[in-house]
């Protein structure tokens, strides 16, 4: 069964600092990542998502992620992290083909201050 | 409208009550995801729909939990008797196939809360 996992349940980061959200994802093959941001009062929303190719993915936002299959990692990351950034991110995994059945991680709440 | 759309947006209900649960997807949109998450939990997947038809209903928990989707279009997501663990905030997502060169779109979500 596919799972993810995300060690950090919280982090606090400081405005213009940079940031790496870890996510760990167990599945057979290679799987389909995403990982998605939930503010307050928003829905959930793809900041980006890989199925093949180039390990290294932009998104939307400035956020990067970069899949490491013999670490089994799909962590995010942004350069430079703005006061707006703060909300809830969420790693999931999917059964290659798409969106029919995908695995959310717990989440990571993310704290920006000034 | 523009975006999944979720009625109602919260809903009180008894313990042993019946909830419908409304969801409206992005026109045009085949797929169709319901989710549930639990406070302080990620969304749990409950069943996906293709047209008309669940393609995948692993996830619901019990017999209590039924989706419909008759016209391919609007679902609702039924709970007989409902328990107070049921209480969550259910998601409903759309994609225009159910293939990864789309996006799903998350609806804001029904607040339930079962007393």
Known sequence: AQSVTQPDIHITVSEGASLELRCNYSYG???????????????LQLLLKYFSGDTLVQGIKGFEAEFKRSQSSFNLRKPSVHWSDAAEYFCAVGAPGGYQKVTFGTGTKLQVIP | GAGVSQTPSNKVTEKGKYVELRCDPISGHTALYWYRQSLGQGPEFLIYFQGTGAADDSGLPNDRFFAVRPE????TLKIQRTERGDSAVYLCASSLTPTGDTEAFFGQGTRLTVV
Do not use: E, K
């Not at chain 1, 093959?29 to 307050?40: D, G, N």
């Open chain 2, 72 to 75: 391919g279009s609007v679902s």
């Open chain 1, 29 to 43: 093959a290679t799987p389909y990542l995403f990982w998605y941001v939930q503010s307050p009062g928003q829905g």
